[in-house]
């Protein structure tokens, strides 16, 4: 069990049940200590992320620490979506949890768009199950366990009563 990840959260935005299934298997089998939440449009991500913003009374709030982000998404697809956080968090962009891309896409087009829009990763998924499974742990530990954040300055991603969420992690 990877004791590092104890207490982090992970927000799945994937539109293929197959896929939400495959990713929560490879975490279950991964022996990850984490919590995850599923989204299964890009509109219910936006609307969770932009939540922490409007949040007021007692409520206690974290961004996550990591976002895996499926492009094919219904409603808002993963690049309008990273798109709408760029130019609504510009100045923030660094704060952010990590926004990583899982897609089946091999357009080039597609790699260096989710980039241009903030994407902190690009993973390719693999079409057979088990390297499936393969990938999304090691995405994982490189990005709770092995990557080293941007420093917070400070500042808390952590919203309590009515105050107000910095971008922070």
Request: glycine share 6%; net charge negative.
């Amino acid at each position: 069990m990877y004791t590092s990840l104890h207490n982090k959260t992970i927000w799945l935005a994937e539109g293929n049940q197959d896929d939400e299934q495959l990713i929560l298997l490879a975490l279950r089998r991964g022996n990850f200590d984490c919590h995850v939440e599923t989204m299964g449009d890009g509109e219910a991500l936006l609307d969770q992320l932009f939540e922490l913003e409007r949040l007021v009374g007692d409520a206690v709030r974290r961004l996550p620490d990591l976002v895996l982000l499926s492009l094919d998404l219904p409603k808002l697809d993963g690049i309008k979506v990273l798109k709408m956080l760029r130019n609504t968090h510009r100045e923030d962009l660094v704060r952010l949890p990590p926004l990583v891309v899982f897609s089946r896409s091999d357009d080039e087009r597609d790699v260096r768009e989710c980039y241009r829009c903030g994407a902190h990763g690009f993973i390719r998924k693999p079409e057979t199950a088990g390297k499936f499974i393969e990938v999304v742990q090691q995405a994982v530990v490189y990005w709770l366990c092995v990557n080293e954040p941007p420093p917070s300055n400070g500042k808390s991603c952590e919203v309590v009563g009515k105050t107000e969420v910095s971008l922070a992690w």
